[in-house]
């Protein structure tokens, strides 16, 4: 099997490719001209990888007076985060520090109050399989920044948004996507290993597996490397910065890095995740349903929104 990984702007994803499928180079580079050339983005990586090679395509520029897009350009990834905050999950489940079961009540401070229903507390499962009841976003979130609306969104609100609510339905019964899930769950890793979600990811993921250009808070050199995010008007636009929610959506990586992650994941070749990726995998029954919603923190269809009626492209 192939991955195809593109990164279109900020959006990172990887799907598999049909075995035996010839790629085209021509035709890819085809696909990014036009979409240069028709003003759908400023810049654009594809990256293809299989068990042979790497295959790095691009087009078009950071920004418009910026430099070259290349397979070292740093993007936003928004909610690809969220697969390594389930890696990360599922590495401290192999090494015994948490259970997926366990109430994620049990890594929290004592005054927070965590909403549970029936009888039942959302555990760690729930959470990474968007089934807690918690919602979308909480609704203490309004930002003093609506260009970088996660940036002032602390845990110390976090934690009253829980103590606060009371759950619309049982705790498993339906789907619903939760960035404020996903933020917990990082939140709650991060505790129970005495770092920062940065520093987990570093340890964890970001140098067992040499993804040296990957990272929450920017590098200088970073910086050099950054495409600007960009609205569907092309207009430039700030980059987001997410506090207690880091979790869904905070990592800043590059194609050549992500391409590591996907082979990784593949089981490509030997990876120190490779038992934590085994487990992940075990859970992917859990998936997003085929009409999956829209994702504030960083979109499967690409787009950031802002919480209101604005939109605005993660592309570079």
């Known amino acids: 099997m192939l991955a195809v990984l593109p990164l279109l702007g900020a959006l990172l994803f990887s799907r598999a490719w049909p075995a035996g499928l010839a790629v085209d180079p021509t035709e890819i580079q085809q696909i990014l001209k036009e979409a240069i050339d028709n003003r759908r983005t400023v810049g654009i990586v594809v990256g293809i990888v299989d068990a042979e090679k790497i295959q790095i395509f691009s087009n078009g520029k950071t920004a418009r007076d910026g430099r070259n897009v290349d397979g070292d350009s740093v993007f936003e990834i928004g909610s690809v985060t969220k697969t390594f905050t389930a890696t990360l999950l599922a590495d401290m489940v192999k090494r015994g520090l948490v259970s997926l079961d366990d109430p994620a009540s049990k890594y929290l401070p004592d005054t927070v109050k965590v909403p549970s229903r029936g009888g039942r507390e959302i555990t760690l499962l729930d959470i990474a399989i968007q089934r807690s009841g918690l919602p979308r976003m909480p609704t203490n979130f309004k930002p003093a920044d609506p260009e970088n609306p996660y940036a002032d969104y602390t845990v110390e609100k976090m934690y009253e948004f829980l103590s606060g609510y009371q759950l619309p339905r049982d705790i498993g019964e339906k789907y619903e996507y939760s960035n404020l899930g996903a933020g917990l769950l990082g939140h709650i890793l991060a505790r129970k290993s005495g770092q920062g979600y940065e520093a987990l990811l570093a340890e964890r993921i970001f140098r067992p597996l040499e993804m040296n250009s990957t990272a929450i808070v920017l590098t200088s050199d970073m910086s050099s490397r950054l495409a600007a995010g960009h609205s569907s008007g092309l207009t430039p636009q700030k980059n987001w910065d997410l506090n207690a929610l880091a979790g869904a959506g905070a990592i800043r990586s590059t194609v050549n890095d992500m391409m590591k992650y996907v082979a990784a994941y593949m089981g490509l070749k030997p990876s120190p995740l490779s038992a934590a990726v085994e487990q992940h995998k ?35």
Do not use: I
């Open 282 to 316: 075990r859970h992917r029954r859990y998936r997003l349903p085929p009409s999956g919603p829209a994702d504030p923190a960083g979109q499967v269809r690409g787009q950031k929104r802002k919480e209101g009626n604005r939109r605005r492209s993660r592309r570079a």
